[in-house]
């Protein structure tokens, strides 16, 4: 029987065999068959997982704010919430507020409402809005989502004028989420 000759590989050599063993099994993994029921079972995995926007810099909630906001006329330089509230804009929506101008809680108090109005009123004639959130739908497994959002103008030229409540369509499109339609429902 012939011997077996084995002699140690220097540790740079070995250590570069090692470094590129570990990727091209991966590659070679991900690049190996995997037919077309295996492809319409991932698909079917990836839509029953939820939408695939998950960023969190924009939610539709979010976009759905910015949109009704940058839409109101007159357009708002100040914008109020209901504080405490289920009209109450929620957090990553208030955040979009802010990002536009200057943002406050609105109470339902009236002695704190009269207070707010004050603090506008001297402030200066600016448009201020309080944005009432009025629910969300999911469908299309979570990708497609429908704010509602109302609202109205408090102080100032405007105030106690109606801004229409608006049915906001944000979808997923795999990446990130858009604004794809907006409707007009009537009064707030």
């Not at 011997?3 to 140690?8: E, N, R």
Request: hydrophobic share 40%.
């Amino acid at each position: 029987m012939p011997s077996l000759v084995t002699f140690p590989l220097p540790r740079p050599v070995l250590a570069m065999l090692l470094t590129l063993a570990g990727p091209s099994a991966l590659l070679l993994t991900a690049c190996g068959g995997g037919g077309t029921t295996d492809r319409a079972s991932a698909e079917a995995a990836n839509v029953a997982a939820g939408p695939a926007c998950v960023s969190t810099d924009s939610t539709p909630v979010g976009l759905a704010v910015l949109d009704y906001i940058t839409t109101a006329t007159p357009l708002p330089k100040r914008l109020l919430s209901a504080a405490g509230t289920d009209s109450a804009v929620p957090e990553d929506g208030f955040k979009v507020m802010q990002e536009e101008g200057p943002s406050y809680f609105y109470s339902s108090d009236t002695v704190a409402q009269r207070k707010i109005r004050e603090k506008l009123e001297e402030v200066g004639p600016y448009p201020s809005m309080l944005v009432v959130f009025r629910g969300t739908t999911a469908s299309d497994n979570g990708n497609t989502v429908i704010v509602r959002l109302g609202g109205h103008y408090v102080g100032g030229d405007d105030h106690g004028k109606v801004a229409p409540t608006r049915a906001i369509t944000v979808r997923c499109d795999s990446v990130t989420w858009r604004v794809a339609s907006s409707q007009t429902e009537g009064g707030a």
